[in-house]
Every structure is written in structure tokens, then in C-alpha cells.
């Protein structure tokens, strides 16, 4: 049982690139998150799907676009990558859904990402 | 959304409890309390969860008063591999939720 697992492990971009973070979970969970981290600090929310079909911004949406691909995929994209957006970015995965308000969160291993 | 209160940093000594305790005056009727754990270049992981009273698993336990504004994790006996970080989240996932994870609990336990 893989859990969530996010692809790549490590990308180094240069001002102005793009790029897409892959996240796939195999728990048939509803709900997805993408969280980012720099160093230090704790998490803050980019963008979450309560369910396939939905999209919702989190605290930190901006320069960030996401596609929930199907139940098991929530990608994020970087349409044009700025040094602010050097980061450790999370992908989770929650059950989610009625009766499910109590489900934890389940991440990944994260996406070290450096802009230069 | 309910905003959680907790201790930037604690220091302990192997083999000694710990207790953490996290302050959230505006919790919801629905809404759960749970702990992560984070260690460096890792996703934080789940360590226990509570509606009220007292929870209790094979890692920690979870002390919630009758008003609920507030949870305490507690630590049996520590280690060394127990240092790091320390993430106390409210709230109800049902259709999905702005989680705010704040800065948690920077825990370092000592030899």
C-alpha cells in the first residue's frame, strides 16, 4: 500500500519555467490537498479538492493552478516559476465525505523545489 | 475555521513525559482534534485523534476537557527519535477544510 505518493522528489527550475507536481493517492480517498512549507515554518494551503470534480483555493493560491484529475490524482502547476516559490511542497489525501468529518490527513513525501 | 494556540518550542530529557497542549477557544460543534508529527525532508504523519474525553493509542494519549477549548498530547516516556515537530489541527473534514497549520511544537528531546 503505497499511500500518497508524489513525483518528482527533487526539481530545480529557472525564473520564468514551468512545471507539474504529480500527486496519486491509492486509499480511494475523496479529498486532496497541496500544501507548500519553507523552511522553519509550518504548512500552508495552496489549493484542496473536497471531492473529484471540485477545486477550491486555499491561504496561498496565487501563481499555483490545479487539476484534480480523477479520484486517485491531484496535480499542481506552475505556469511561470519565481524564486518565491522555492519551497518543500505536500501533497495529502483525506477520506473525506459524509460521516468521514473526522478522517486525518495523509501526506506524502514532499517535492523539494528551488527556483533560481 | 478554528485557530490553535500552542507552545513554539519544549525541551525534554529521555525517559520523561511530555505534555503539549494546544488552545482552540473557537472550536466547532463538528470539528475533530488531531496531532501530527513532523520530522525534517518528511511529511507530517497522524499520531492520534479526538472528539472529546480521553483517547488513548499505542503512541500517545489525548486529554480534551468537557468545554473542549483547549487538548493536551501527551508523550509516555520519551526518546530520542521522538524529537520533532508537533502540529495540533481542528476542524471537520467532511467536505474537505482551509486547514491552518500553524507553526506547531518544536520538541528536542535530550540525552
Known amino acids: 500500500n503505497a499511500g500518497v505518493t508524489q513525483t518528482p522528489k527533487f526539481q530545480v527550475l529557472k525564473t520564468g519555467q514551468s512545471m507539474t507536481l504529480q500527486c496519486a493517492q491509492d486509499m480511494n480517498h475523496n479529498s486532496m490537498y497541496w500544501y507548500r512549507q519553507d523552511p522553519g515554518m509550518g504548512l500552508r494551503l495552496i489549493y484542496y479538492s473536497a471531492s473529484e470534480g471540485t477545486t477550491d483555493k486555499g491561504e496561498v493560491p496565487n501563481g499555483y493552478n490545479v487539476s484534480r484529475l480523477n479520484k486517485r490524482e491531484f496535480s499542481l502547476r506552475l505556469e511561470s516559476a519565481a524564486p518565491s516559490q522555492t519551497s518543500v511542497y505536500f501533497c495529502?489525501?483525506?477520506?473525506?465525505?459524509?460521516?468521514?468529518?473526522?478522517?486525518?490527513?495523509?501526506f506524502g513525501n514532499g517535492t523539494r523545489l528551488t527556483v533560481t | 475555521l478554528a485557530k490553535t494556540t500552542q507552545p513554539i518550542s519544549m525541551d525534554s530529557y529521555e525517559g520523561q513525559e511530555v505534555n503539549i497542549t494546544c488552545s482552540h477557544n473557537?472550536?466547532?460543534?463538528?470539528?475533530?482534534i488531531t496531532w501530527y508529527q513532523q520530522f525534517p525532508s518528511q511529511g507530517p504523519r497522524f499520531i492520534i485523534q479526538g472528539y472529546k474525553t480521553k483517547v488513548t493509542n499505542e503512541v500517545a494519549s489525548l486529554f480534551i476537557p468537557a468545554d473542549r477549548k483547549s487538548s493536551t498530547l501527551s508523550l509516555p516516556r520519551v526518546s530520542l527519535s521522538d524529537t520533532a515537530v508537533y502540529y495540533c489541527l481542528v476542524g471537520d473534514l467532511t467536505y474537505g477544510q482551509n486547514f491552518v497549520f500553524g507553526p506547531g511544537t518544536r520538541l528536542s528531546v535530550l540525552p
Open positions: 473557537n472550536i466547532a460543534t463538528n470539528d475533530y
Open positions: 495529502a489525501s483525506s477520506e473525506g465525505g459524509q460521516g468521514n468529518g473526522g478522517s486525518p490527513l495523509h
